[in-house]
């Protein structure tokens, strides 16, 4: 099975911070992506990555960037964290058709 | 617009009993679905998928049907058991493609399934 993991399970910062949300994944999978998982709203894809330093955009990607420097490893930047941040952040990896989830980053902005 | 609906906020069901789990969506074009369970704290998991070619697809206790003329999406649960309590997300994917030649995944909102003991 594939194993993705996140840095932090539980995050507090600041307004205005930059953030850094990392992501590693063990097998030699293309596709990296990052949601966020929000009540009522479900899981909206934010950017994802098909390659590395290859990149796209998904439904919500405003107020977010990211980087693929090596292929097991993709990071979600919060460029100037705001309070409407405040999420569950999930990063996969998918394998074809199936993909697989890491435990997901809980980030608080205040 | 969302694309990928589960209208069912919440679903209660006594252990031992069937649960019922449904999905809709909007574009004919989806090829591929998925159902995913997700614990509080954790990262959802995949549970079962069906492809558009196929109306049935088992795994022990869990059976996804498919009916495309419907648009319509089920997750059957049986029997229920108290360890089945979770969030249960579908997802669907197909054309089109995005700009790199990657399938979306588009998730629905989820149903927060309680099976009680």
């Known amino acids: 099975d594939v194993k993705v993991t996140q840095s932090s399970r539980y995050l507090v910062k600041r307004t205005g911070e930059k953030v850094f949300l990392e992501c590693v994944q063990d097998m030699d999978h293309e596709n990296m992506f990052w949601y966020r998982q929000d009540p009522g709203l479900g899981l909206r894809l934010i950017y994802f990555s098909y390659d590395v330093k290859m990149k796209e955009k998904g439904d919500i990607p405003e107020g977010y960037s990211v980087s693929r420097e090596k292929k097991e490893r993709f990071s979600l930047i919060l460029e100037s964290a705001s309070t409407n941040q405040t999420s569950m952040y999930l990063c996969?990896?998918?394998?074809?058709?199936?993909?697989?989830f890491g435990p997901g980053t809980r980030l608080t902005v205040t | 617009d969302q694309q990928v609906k589960q209208n069912s906020p919440s679903l209660s069901v006594q252990e031992g009993r069937i649960s019922i789990l449904n999905c809709d969506y909007t574009?004919?074009?989806?090829?591929?679905f998925l159902w995913y369970k997700k614990y509080p704290a954790e990262g959802p998991t995949f549970l079962i998928s069906i492809s558009s070619i196929k109306d049935k697809n088992e795994d022990g206790r869990f059976t996804v049907f498919l009916n495309k003329s419907a648009k319509h999406l089920s997750l059957h649960i049986v029997p229920s058991q108290p360890g089945d309590s979770a969030v249960y997300f579908c997802?669907?994917?197909?054309?089109?493609?995005?700009?790199?030649?990657?399938?979306?995944?588009?998730f629905g909102t989820g149903t927060r399934l309680k099976v009680l003991a």
């Open positions: 574009n004919s074009m989806f090829d591929y």
């Open positions: 997802a669907a994917s197909g054309p089109p493609r995005t700009t790199s030649g990657t399938y979306k995944y588009i």
């Open positions: 996969a990896a998918r394998d074809n058709y199936e993909q697989y």
